[in-house]
C-alpha cells in the first residue's frame, strides 16, 4: 500500500507536538507501507520540489509560496499571521501544485494532517485523483485563522463555513480526542465522513520509577509551557498555601511568558524551582522524581502528551476537566478537577497526601497499564484498521456519492 501524509512542517522542522505526532505516524507505518509526505519547505518556487529520505519515509519539501514560511521562527504580527492563513481558503496555485505531485506519486489513500500552509482547498484537488482522503484533526486551525476558536466565535463560524464546503471530500476524519473531533463536526466539517478518534502515540519506555510511596511531603510537578491559559498561576498558588509537611518541592519545568514573573512571586519560597527548559530525557527524569504531576490548562487542549509521558515514569497525573485532557487521563472522576480553580488543585493535593502507600502503589500500577493505549503498536493497530475499512469501499462509494449530490 502506497500512502501520501500532508503535513504543514515535517522534521527536522518542528514547531510543536503536531508535527512530532505525524513523524511518529509516518515512520510507525513505513514498516508496513510506503510512505511518503508532502510539506513545506522554506525555499522559494524557482528551486521546485526537494526529495530526501528519512527514516524509511520520502519526504517531498514543496515551496511555501505565501507571504512567510510557518517554519520560520521569526514571531509575526497578527495581521501578517491571519492575512496569511486566509489565503489558505483559497490557492489555487498549491492546489494544482498538490495535484500533480500527488498524480506522480499514485498513492491508494491520502491521510492529511495540519494544512496551514496548504489550505483546506487540496481536499479537492485531491479527490479528483479518485482516492480516498483521511484527514487527522491535531488542532483548530480548520475553524479559525488567527488563535482558539472559542476566543473568535463569529471569526471561527465564517472560517469554518469554507472549510466545511472543502471537508465533503474527506472519505474518514480522525480526532485525536473525542472533544476534538466533537468540536469541528458540531461546526458542520466532514458531513460525509467516518468518525474514528486516534489518540497519539506518545514514544518513550514504560517503567515504574522508584517512589518513597511512605513520604508524606509531597514532590509535585509541572512541566510545559508557562502562560495564563497553561493554569500554572492557580497551580503555585495552591501548592504556596499548604505547609511544608505536606508540600516539599514544586518543580515548574518550561518557558514563557509568566516565567519570570511567577519565579519572582516565589522567590521567598525555596520550595519553588523554575529550571526553564530542558531536554526531553531530563524532563522525563524529573516527571519521574516526582510523586504527582499537574496538568492544570484553562483551554481547550486537543490532546494530553505530557500526561502519557508522565504515565511512562509511573508518575500519576492530576488535570483539568477541558477539551481533550479527560480522553487521556486515568480515572478521570477521580484525578479530574476544574479548570481555573486554586481550590480545586489545593484539595487535590491534600487529597493524594492523604492516600497510603499501597494506593499508590496501585495507582501507578493502574498509569503504567494505562498508557500501554497510546504506543505506536496501538497506533498502527487502529490506523491499518481505518485505512482497510476506508479502502474497502463502503464509507469510500458513500462520500463519493454524497459529493456529487452536493457539486
Known amino acids: 500500500m502506497k500512502i501520501v501524509i500532508v503535513n504543514s512542517l515535517y522534521t527536522p522542522h518542528i514547531i510543536g507536538g503536531a508535527e512530532i505526532s505525524t513523524q511518529i505516524l509516518a515512520e510507525t507505518l513505513a514498516s508496513v507501507a510506503d510512505v511518503h509526505v508532502l510539506t513545506l519547505g522554506g525555499h522559494g518556487r524557482a528551486e521546485g520540489i526537494r526529495e530526501e529520505r528519512i527514516n524509511g519515509v520520502t519526504v517531498h519539501r514543496m515551496p511555501h509560496g505565501y507571504l512567510y514560511w510557518i517554519g520560520d521562527a521569526k514571531r509575526r504580527g497578527v495581521l ?10 483559497y490557492n489555487p496555485r498549491m492546489n494544482e501544485a498538490v495535484r500533480e505531485r500527488l498524480a506522480a506519486i499514485k498513492p491508494d489513500l491520502i491521510h492529511t494532517q495540519n494544512l496551514s500552509g496548504f489550505g483546506a482547498g487540496i481536499w479537492t484537488a485531491a479527490a479528483g485523483l479518485d482516492v480516498p482522503i483521511v484527514h487527522t484533526l491535531r488542532d483548530y486551525s480548520l475553524l479559525s485563522p488567527v488563535s482558539s476558536p472559542i476566543k473568535n466565535p463569529l471569526l471561527s463560524r465564517l472560517y469554518a463555513m469554507t472549510t466545511s464546503g472543502y471537508s465533503r471530500h474527506v472519505s474518514a476524519v480522525v480526532g485525536i480526542s473525542s472533544h476534538i473531533l466533537k468540536r469541528h463536526t458540531d461546526a458542520g466539517l466532514f458531513p460525509a465522513a467516518a468518525r474514528k478518534v486516534i489518540p497519539n502515540a506518545v514514544e518513550g519506555g514504560i517503567a515504574a520509577s522508584d517512589k518513597e510511596f511512605d513520604r508524606r ?17 492557580e497551580l503555585i498558588e495552591a501548592a504556596m498555601s499548604l505547609p511544608t509537611d505536606v508540600v516539599e518541592r514544586v518543580v515548574v519545568c518550561g518557558e514563557g511568558s509568566l516565567r519570570a514573573k511567577l519565579a519572582d512571586s516565589c522567590r521567598e519560597d525555596a520550595r519553588f524551582v523554575f529550571p526553564g527548559k530542558v531536554k526531553p530525557a531530563e524532563a522525563r527524569r524529573m516527571m519521574g522524581e516526582a510523586d504527582v504531576n499537574f496538568v492544570p490548562s484553562v483551554w481547550e487542549e486537543p490532546f494530553g502528551r505530557v500526561i502519557i509521558e508522565s504515565y511512562q515514569v509511573g508518575t500519576p497525573v492530576y488535570a483539568t476537566d477541558v477539551g481533550g485532557i479527560p480522553d487521556a487521563v486515568y480515572d478521570p472522576e477521580e484525578f479530574l478537577f476544574p479548570p481555573g480553580s486554586a481550590a480545586a488543585i489545593r484539595a487535590k493535593i491534600l487529597s493524594f497526601h492523604s492516600l497510603p502507600a499501597a494506593d499508590k502503589r496501585r495507582i501507578q500500577a493502574a498509569c503504567l497499564k494505562h ?3 497510546f504506543t505506536q503498536a496501538a497506533l498502527l493497530d487502529r490506523h ?9 469501499g463502503g464509507e469510500y462509494t458513500a462520500v463519493r456519492t454524497a459529493v456529487g449530490q452536493v457539486h
Not at 81 to 86: E, F, I, S
Not at 224 to 230: A, L, Q, S, T
Not at 387 to 392: E, K, M, R, S, V
Open 217 to 233: 511531603p509531597l514532590r509535585i510537578g509541572y512541566f510545559g509551557r508557562i502562560e495564563p491559559e497553561k493554569g500554572v498561576r
Open 384 to 392: 491499518l484498521e481505518l485505512y482497510d475499512q476506508t479502502l474497502a
Open 371 to 373: 498508557c500501554r493505549g
Open 80 to 89: 501578517m499571521r491571519t492575512a496569511r492563513r486566509l489565503t489558505d481558503l
